[in-house]
C-alpha cells in the first residue's frame, strides 16, 4: 500500500524531432525499484483528469508514469483538435508503435522503476496503444484497455505474445462494435494471448471520464461500469505484477 506524499517527477524524452514529458507518481514512501503502471492518455492528449486516474494506482501499491504522445505541453480542447493530433498515430501504426516503444525503454531505465514489473493501461485512443504494445511485444506483463478502438493496424497479422490482454469495453460503443470484439477476441487467441473481456450493458464510448456527457455521440460516463472497471483492474495488475517473473 501506498503511504505518505505523493512525488511527481517529470520525465523528458524524445522520438524523433518530437520531445516529449511524463510524470512519474509515487508515494515518497515506496521502495525503489517498484512495480510500475504507464498511464496511456486519450485523443486529448495528457491531462490533469489524466493524472487523477492514475493518482488512483498508488494506493494499491504501484507507481504511475503518465505518458505523453503528443509532445511537450501539446493537447488538444475541441474534438477538430483531438483528431488533427490522433489521425497522424492512427494513419500510422508502425510509428505509434515505435513511439510506445521509445516510453516503455524511457521508463524502463528510470532507477525508480523494477522493469521487469511494468503493465500498461489506457483509455480511448490510449486503450488502442496499449493494444498495439501487446501486438507488438512491448517490454510489458499486461495491459489494460478501456472503451479503446480495438482494430489491429491493416494487414496485421497476430504474432505470439505473453503479454496479459484485459478489455473493458461498453457493449452500445458505437467506435467499437459488436464485430469488433469478436474480432480481437479471435486475433488474441490466435497469438496466444492470456486473454479476458468485460463487456457492460447499456454502456456507451468514454464511460471512465466523469466528464463524459454527450450521449447523442454514443459518448457517456457510467458510475457503475467505470465502479465495476476499476475492480476488475486492481485484480488484474495484482496478477500481472505481484508475482516475479
Known amino acids: 500500500m501506498q503511504t505518505g506524499a505523493v512525488v511527481t517527477v517529470p520525465v523528458e524524452y524524445r522520438h524523433g524531432s518530437a520531445v516529449m514529458e511524463g510524470l512519474l507518481l509515487r508515494g515518497d514512501a515506496t521502495p525503489a525499484p517498484a512495480p510500475t503502471v504507464l498511464v496511456c492518455h486519450g485523443a486529448e492528449g ?10 488512483r494506482l498508488l494506493p494499491w501499491g504501484y507507481q504511475a508514469f503518465v505518458m505523453d504522445l503528443y509532445g511537450k505541453g501539446v493537447s488538444g480542447s475541441t474534438p477538430e483538435e483531438f483528431d488533427a493530433l490522433m489521425r497522424p498515430f492512427l494513419e ?13 525503454s524511457t521508463v524502463a531505465e528510470l532507477p525508480e522503476v523494477d522493469a521487469s514489473r511494468l503493465a500498461a493501461i489506457g483509455f480511448c485512443f490510449g486503450g488502442l496503444c496499449v493494444l498495439d504494445m501487446a501486438r507488438t511485444g512491448a517490454a510489458v506483463r499486461g495491459v489494460a484497455s478501456f472503451h479503446g478502438v480495438l482494430t489491429p493496424p491493416p494487414g496485421w497479422t497476430p504474432r505470439p505474445t505473453s503479454c496479459k490482454v484485459a478489455v473493458y469495453h461498453g457493449w452500445e460503443d458505437p467506435f467499437a462494435r459488436p464485430e469488433d ?65
Open 46 to 55: 495528457r491531462s490533469d483528469v489524466l493524472v487523477e486516474m492514475a493518482m
Open 92 to 104: 500510422d501504426r508502425a510509428m505509434l508503435a515505435d513511439r510506445l516503444a521509445t516510453v516503455v
Open 181 to 245: 470484439v469478436t474480432a480481437l477476441a479471435a486475433e488474441l487467441t490466435a497469438a496466444g494471448a492470456d486473454w479476458q473481456f468485460q463487456v457492460f450493458g447499456h454502456t456507451f464510448h468514454s464511460f471512465m471520464a466523469e466528464q463524459a456527457n454527450s450521449p447523442e455521440l454514443g459518448i457517456q460516463y457510467s458510475r457503475q461500469s467505470a465502479e465495476r472497471a476499476w475492480w476488475s483492474l486492481e485484480r488484474f495488475l495484482a496478477e500481472c505484477l505481484r508475482q516475479p517473473s
